[in-house]
């Protein structure tokens, strides 16, 4: 796999500082049930890594020692860590709001029958990533077979009352382009997803965020090697909105890898790209138990583009929510939806 930091990591993207911290963004281990395309974890079965319990442990003091308001659980599938139900349990407890960023699949794979009466339970908010919701460009980005273990994953959860109003159990589904385009604008979308899944296969959910690929990992070393990578840059460059760089998530959330070791975002993590309070030293989870953020400089490489670019990239999906006078029938067309 090629690696794309020797091309991301000198730019002329412009300087951005930390705000208040509000969301820990905990990487759980890079073991999954699945091995996406997209996926710039590089997660897959294979992957051995995990945080240990005594880094969780740290985790949370950390949260209390910041009065952090969300702890947002991913991997690989977070699921597969084996102290996960005791830190969603312990979290909860204590008040945060809990995010688990499930693939969905991981709800019908053996051994992981409890999962979603746990996190209904604990009244767990879940981001699921679908990148599409027709069988075919699902599969085709994820796996054979992925959509229906999803579609399957998707109507668990409904059940227990997950994306229907009045019951507070959050359902989020996530999308992201199957190559190297920015999402369609996020409203539209999830419009036109929400009328798709109910009249298809009756499924409901909450909102949907639209995801722009990053150029690392998996999908960067894809792009590399179709040739790519070049006008894939120039393609977010040119989308670049100055007044997106206010609302990018690395202002107000840290990444922990699952050796506690602390980035300004999921991306950085995986770019290797480490937070410093410090000059020349790697930041750790014990260095922020007194040390504040607010202020300090944020580590950008040219793949920042990809949260700035069109509409905006974050976690929680598009920076700005409009619409931008895209049609539902535009949206079909970006899916291959025949109709």
């Known amino acids: 796999m090629r690696d794309t930091f020797p091309l991301l990591v000198e730019t002329d993207f412009p300087a951005l500082s930390r705000a208040r911290l509000e969301t820990l963004q905990a990487n759980l281990g890079y073991r999954c049930n699945q091995a996406c395309l997209h996926c710039h974890v590089a997660a897959s079965p294979r992957r ?55 693939n969905l699949t991981i709800l019908s794979e053996p051994g992981y029958e ?4 746990f996190l209904a339970d604990n009244r767990v908010e879940i981001t699921a990533s679908l990148p ?31 994306g229907r109003p009045d019951t507070g159990l959050v359902l989020n589904l996530v999308y992201n382009p199957l190559g190297p385009s920015l999402p369609p604008a996020q409203q539209a979308l999830e419009q036109t997803y929400k009328r798709e899944l109910a009249a ?12 722009t690929n990053m150029p690392i990992q998996r999908f960067g070393s894809q792009l590399v090697s179709r040739g790519q990578f070049d006008g894939y840059m120039s393609l977010l460059k040119d989308a670049y909105r100055p007044e997106n760089r206010a609302g990018v998530m690395c202002r107000s959330l840290v990444s922990v890898n699952w050796q506690g070791q602390v980035f300004d975002c999921d991306f950085n993590q995986m770019l290797g790209l480490p937070l410093r309070v410090r000059p020349q030293a790697p930041t750790h989870l014990s260095d922020l138990l007194d040390a504040d953020l607010e202020g300090h400089a944020i580590r950008v490489a040219t793949h920042c583009y990809g949260c700035t670019a069109g509409q905006g990239s974050s976690c929680g999906g598009a920076l700005e929510h409009a619409s931008d006078g895209m049609q539902d029938a535009s949206v079909a067309a970006a899916h291959g939806d025949p109709r």
Do not use: K
């Open 48 to 102: 051995t890594e995990e945080m240990s319990w005594e880094t969780m442990v740290l985790l949370l003091a950390v949260a209390r020692r910041h009065r952090v308001a969300t702890l947002d659980l991913t991997g690989g599938a977070p699921e597969m860590n084996p102290h996960f139900r005791r830190l969603v349990t312990e979290a909860r407890a204590t008040g945060l709001r809990v995010i688990d960023r499930c």
């Open 114 to 117: 409890w999962l979603a009466d």
């Open 132 to 162: 599409c919701y027709l069988e075919d460009n699902v599969d085709a980005q994820r796996g054979d077979g992925v959509f229906r273990a999803s579609l399957e994953g998707l109507r668990t959860l409904n059940a227990l009352g997950y």
């Open 200 to 211: 298809r296969y009756g499924v409901v959910f909450n909102q949907l965020f639209t995801l």
